[in-house]
Nanobody, 121 residues
Framework: QVELVESGGGLVQAGNSLRLSCVTSGRDFTYRAMGWFRQTPGKEREFVAGVNWRGDSTRYADSVKGRFTISRDSPKNMVFLQMNSLKPEDTAVYYC??????????????WGQGTQVIVSS
């Protein structure tokens, strides 16, 4: 059983920054790839960023490259998403995700409940 709990969402003006956190319970966190997805009403959930279990390889959606940074603190069972230069189109519910196998942009195996991010213009 893997539980994921996100925090750090909120309302922010365009151009500013926000840091999302995700704490996970359950065994084997150290060996799991982790990711962040986001979803807006009427759209499919989309991949935002991912990090491998060692923390030495990351992947980003083109829309966030250069602005977002994913990182992990394995001893604390946490993963973070630093979001800089936020744009109104970044407004979405952000979900923390964990994988049983390799990091995939198409899906994940475990999900948090989501945290809302609203970027005002």
């Amino acid at each position: 059983q893997v539980e994921l709990v996100e925090s750090g969402g909120g309302l922010v003006q365009a151009g500013n920054s926000l840091r999302l956190s995700c704490v996970t319970s359950g065994r084997d966190f150290t060996y799991r790839a982790m990711g962040w997805f986001r979803q807006t009403p009427g759209k499919e959930r989309e991949f935002v960023a991912g990090v491998n279990w060692r923390g030495d390889s990351t992947r980003y959606a083109d829309s966030v490259k250069g602005r977002f940074t994913i990182s992990r603190d394995s001893p604390k069972n946490m993963v973070f998403l630093q979001m800089n230069s936020l744009k109104p189109e970044d407004t979405a519910v952000y979900y923390c995700a964990a994988y049983s196998g390799p990091l995939l942009e198409s899906r994940a195996d475990y999900w948090g409940q989501g945290t809302q991010v609203i970027v005002s213009s």
